[in-house]
């Protein structure tokens, strides 16, 4: 069962202190990472893309029309449909990302978010079980490589996760104060995460519509608030289906050849799963780098949660959480796509909340501390326990900035078309991208502007094309 309120009076002390040095700590190392370690340029090709769609939303449109030289303009996972050209992902995460594109710092939305994403995670382990438990899942999530690498991309798992996370806290906290406010706010949150990753969306709120669906008291006003909020929070995104596909429940992904998702995936996605789980172990807590490898490290990271969920304390709390990982796990295997790159898993990004928060418990349970924070009987068990928590993060967490630095230039990104630009001095170019890659876009991202009177003009071409004079005069 979920534990009793944490009086107030438990709620302040060291945490006070520790709770804005790690989300601190958080948006301080991700700045690094995305301005000096990813020179404030995006290095997958999703990322191009979502800063392409901020550019058109900057415009005030949710796609651009289709210039005279638009076989250049080859940037990947963009079509052209009826003269219009659209954009392969729904556009919930580029009108954040185009708030800071507007600043002229889109590469700093997702380190703010990190440190939100921390806070959350603080405030979920509080509902959980107190602030000890909150402090203890929030560390995880600061020293967590994953988590600081997409909370330095422009990743729309960025938000995602964090929408997700802010409903499971809502959540949580209706289930001790039947209240409908936070109700409809859980389900807001739910329905703005279905606008930024549909599929994830829907399989976490599986699990948080069962949970606030049971529970003393009257229910059915808290679910009616729940799916209010979703439903309400989710229309503009099926508006923009609407406006973009002909259809509101056709996403954008439609447009791309073959289907992304469907039964005839399964089987390459259950081949999948194991890989996907075995690198989780290696991208979620940095335990163990570089000194543990193989399924040893796998075994170190879910060692924690399990026993969370095989001891004789586990709670319907835990059950949740785990149901959360499962869920959003399962829905990728009907995927066609991995996700999988050298920042880890990133479509089970959304599930490493609920998971640092089991973990959590699986050291408190070692600990032998009951759900109130009331002291262990015998002070061994926790001296052990978190002397372990201790001996697995603080070198993960002295290890993190030279594991991240490592993925500087990473994906053959890098800002020396930048420099180039500016050591030239040049006001007004044209840039011709080589046409056997991708990345050209990314390090060519700063100059997205594809009117024929744009300063600087970037297309893809073959060097001799006989078009690039006609276009450069």
């Given at each position: 069962?979920?534990?009793r309120p944490v009086p107030a009076a438990s709620r302040g002390g060291i945490a006070l202190v520790l709770v804005p040095a790690l989300v601190l700590a958080a948006i301080a190392i991700s700045v690094w990472v995305a301005h000096d370690v990813f020179e404030a340029l995006p290095h997958t090709p999703d990322e191009v893309v979502y800063l392409l769609q901020s550019e058109w939303l900057l415009d005030?449109?949710?796609w651009s029309n289709a210039t005279p030289f638009q076989r250049f303009l080859t940037v990947p996972f963009t079509y052209i449909d009826d003269a219009r050209w659209i954009a392969h992902y729904p556009p919930g995460w580029p009108v954040l990302l185009s708030v800071g594109l507007a600043a002229g710092a889109p590469w700093l939305v997702t380190?703010?978010?990190?440190g939100l994403y921390v806070?959350?995670?603080y405030a979920a382990g509080r509902e959980l079980q107190g602030p000890a438990l909150g402090l203890t899942a929030a560390t995880l999530g600061v020293i967590s490589p994953m988590g600081r690498l997409i909370f330095s991309s422009m990743l729309s798992h960025a938000l995602a996760a964090t929408l997700i996370l802010g409903a499971l806290v809502l959540v949580l906290r209706i289930r001790r104060s039947a209240a409908w406010l936070p109700a409809a706010g859980a389900g807001i949150a739910l329905g703005a995460a279905f606008g930024i990753r549909p599929l994830t969306a829907a399989a976490a709120a599986v699990p948080l519509l069962a949970l606030a669906a049971i529970?003393?008291?009257?229910?059915?006003?808290?679910?009616t608030a729940v799916i209010g909020g979703f439903a309400g929070a989710a229309a503009p995104t099926l508006l923009a289906n609407a406006l973009i596909t002909g259809s509101a429940l056709s996403f954008p992904y439609s447009l791309a050849h073959g289907s992304m998702?469907?039964?005839a995936n399964i089987p390459?996605?259950?081949?999948?799963?194991?890989?996907?789980?075995?690198?989780s172990g290696a991208a979620a807590t940095g335990w163990g780098w570089s000194l543990v490898h193989g399924p040893w490290m796998t075994a170190l990271v879910f060692a924690p949660a399990l026993v969370a969920l095989l001891s004789k304390k586990v709670r319907s709390s835990d059950w949740l959480l785990a149901a959360m990982a499962v869920s959003i796990a399962i829905a990728y295997v009907g995927s066609r796509g991995h996700g999988l790159h050298g920042f880890g898993p990133r479509y089970h990004f959304e599930a490493f909340a609920p998971f640092f928060l089991l973990s959590a418990r699986g050291f408190f349970v070692l600990a032998g501390l009951g759900g109130d924070e009331q002291k262990s009987e015998r002070r061994l068990p926790v001296a052990v326990s978190f002397g372990l928590f201790f001996a697995l993060c603080m070198p993960a967490g002295a290890m993190l900035p030279a594991r991240l630095a490592l993925y500087r230039g990473y994906n053959g990104v890098d800002g020396a078309l930048q420099r180039q630009l500016e050591g030239l001095g040049q006001e007004r170019a044209l840039i011709v991208l080589t046409t056997d890659a991708w990345q050209g876009w990314a390090e060519a991202s700063h100059f997205l502007d594809f009117s024929p009177h744009a300063p600087i003009?970037?297309?893809q071409a073959d060097a001799d094309d006989p078009a690039i004079p006609v276009i450069a005069d």
């Open positions: 069962s979920l534990p005030g449109a949710l380190p703010l978010l990190g806070l959350l995670l529970g003393p008291g009257r229910r059915v006003p808290i679910v998702f469907g039964a390459f996605g259950l081949r999948n799963l194991d890989v996907l789980l075995a690198s003009l970037v297309i």
